[in-house]
C-alpha cells in the first residue's frame, strides 16, 4: 500500500508538486491503425500532508455518472493550496469501451471489472487494468470505484464483509444503502476477485465501489450524491476541513442473500416498487400483461421480507426474466445525535 508523506506526486511520468494539480496519460498499446490507446488521469498533490486517495470511474465503458463527479470533484471543490493529502482521478478507467458507448471491452468483449489487477502480457482490458494497477493504484491508501447501474437502482455502496476499514469508507460515504458482499459459494464463480474493490483490500488498501443511477446519462441527483461522498471521505481522512454529512439512518443490506425475482409469463410489467423500498414476503412487485388481449398473466410477489435494489429498466419482460432484485436486510447504522 501506499505511503503517507508529503512530495512530488508521480504518476506514468507525469508529476505535481506539493500545492499543484497535473494532468497526463497513461500509455498502455495502440490500435490497429496505430492510434495510441492511453488512459488519462489528473493528480491533485495537496500542500499539506495526507493519505493519498484513488478514484475512477468508467470502468464499464456506459457508466457516466463518476465521470461527472470527478470533473465537477476538480474544477469546483479541490483547492490543491488548501488540500492535505493527494488524489489521483482517472474519469475514464475503460476509454475504449466508453468510445463505443457500451459496458465491456468490445475488441476482446471482456468485463474490465473482472480482471483486477490486470496482466501485463493480457489482453486489451488486463493491460489497462495492469497500467492503472502498477502506475497509479498500488500508490494509494485507500480507493473509490464509481459506479452505475440502472435507474432504478437505489443508490448504494458496496463493500466486502469483514473489511473494516472499508466498511468504515462506506459508511462516511454517506448514502442511505450499504451493500455488504459476502464469499458465498456464488462468488468466485462469479470471478468477483477480479473485481477492483476486492483486487484493492487484497492488497490491503481500503475500497469501496459506490453505485450511482443509471447508464449513458448525466443523472444530476446521482451525481450529487457521488459528490457529496467523495467529499464526505476527504473530511473523514482529515484532508479536508469538516465533518461528513450523514444520513440519519443507514441499511446494511447483504449481497450473499440478494435475490432475482423472475416472471414465469412474458408480457409487459406494471410495477408497484422501485429501488430502495421495503417489501414482505407476498407484497406486490409488478403486474405482467399480454400484449394481446392486456389480461393479467401474472402477479409477482415479493419472495422474502427485505428491500429492493432495483426493478427491471425495460418492462418488456420475457418468461425467465429479472423483474427484481432483493436484498436482506442484515443491520442498520443509526447517526441520530
Known amino acids: 500500500m501506499g505511503g503517507r508523506y508529503m512530495g512530488m506526486l508521480t ?3 507525469v508529476a505535481a508538486r506539493p500545492g499543484e494539480v497535473a494532468r497526463g496519460v497513461m500509455p498502455v498499446g495502440s490500435f490497429a491503425d496505430g492510434t495510441p ?3 488519462p488521469f489528473i493528480l491533485v498533490n495537496g500542500a499539506g500532508d495526507g493519505p493519498t486517495v484513488y478514484v475512477e470511474a468508467a470502468c464499464h465503458g456506459s457508466e457516466i455518472n463518476g465521470l461527472e463527479v470527478i470533473r465537477r470533484l476538480v474544477t469546483e471543490e479541490l483547492d490543491p493550496a488548501k488540500l492535505k493529502g493527494r488524489f489521483i482521478l482517472v474519469p475514464v478507467a475503460n476509454v475504449v469501451a466508453f468510445t463505443h458507448r457500451q459496458g465491456h471491452t468490445p475488441f476482446d468483449n471482456e468485463n474490465m471489472n473482472r480482471v483486477w489487477p490486470g496482466k501485463a502480457q ?4 488486463e493491460r489497462m487494468a495492469y497500467a492503472l494497477w502498477e502506475n497509479a493504484i498500488k500508490q494509494a491508501n485507500y480507493l473509490i470505484d464509481l459506479h452505475t447501474g440502472n435507474s432504478t437502482l437505489v443508490t448504494h455502496v458496496v463493500f466486502m464483509g469483514g473489511e473494516q476499514s472499508s466498511r468504515e469508507l462506506a459508511e462516511v460515504f454517506g448514502v442511505e444503502v450499504l451493500l455488504q458482499e459476502e464469499k458465498d ?3 468466485q464463480g462469479s470471478r468477483f476477485a477480479g473485481k477492483l474493490r476486492n483486487s484493492a483490500d487484497g492488497a490491503g488498501i481500503p475500497a469501496i465501489c459506490p453505485e450511482l443511477g443509471g447508464n449513458s446519462k448525466f443523472e444530476k441527483v446521482r451525481i450529487e450524491q457521488g459528490l457529496r461522498g467523495v467529499l464526505n471521505v476527504a473530511k473523514h481522512l482529515g484532508m479536508i ?6 444520513p440519519k439512518k443507514q441499511w446494511v443490506v447483504s449481497q450473499g ?3 432475482q425475482v423472475k416472471v414465469a409469463c412474458g408480457g409487459a410489467a406494471l410495477f408497484e416498487v422501485t429501488g ?3 417489501v414482505r414476503t407476498g407484497d406486490l412487485i409488478c403486474r405482467v400483461y399480454s400484449i394481446r388481449d392486456f389480461a393479467v398473466l401474472e402477479e409477482v410477489r ?3 421480507d427485505g428491500m429492493i435494489i432495483m426493478v427491471a429498466e425495460n418492462p418488456v419482460l420475457h418468461t425467465g426474466d429479472m423483474a427484481a432484485m432483493m436484498g436482506k436486510v442484515t443491520g442498520q447504522v443509526d447517526h441520530q445525535s
Open 122 to 125: 493480457g489482453r486489451m482490458s
Open 257 to 259: 442473500h440478494l435475490t
Open 37 to 39: 490507446l492511453e488512459i
Open 302 to 304: 415479493a419472495p422474502m
Open 241 to 246: 476541513p469538516g465533518s461528513p454529512v450523514l
Open 11 to 13: 504518476v506514468a511520468g
Open 185 to 187: 459459494p456464488d462468488w
Open 276 to 278: 430502495g423500498d421495503m
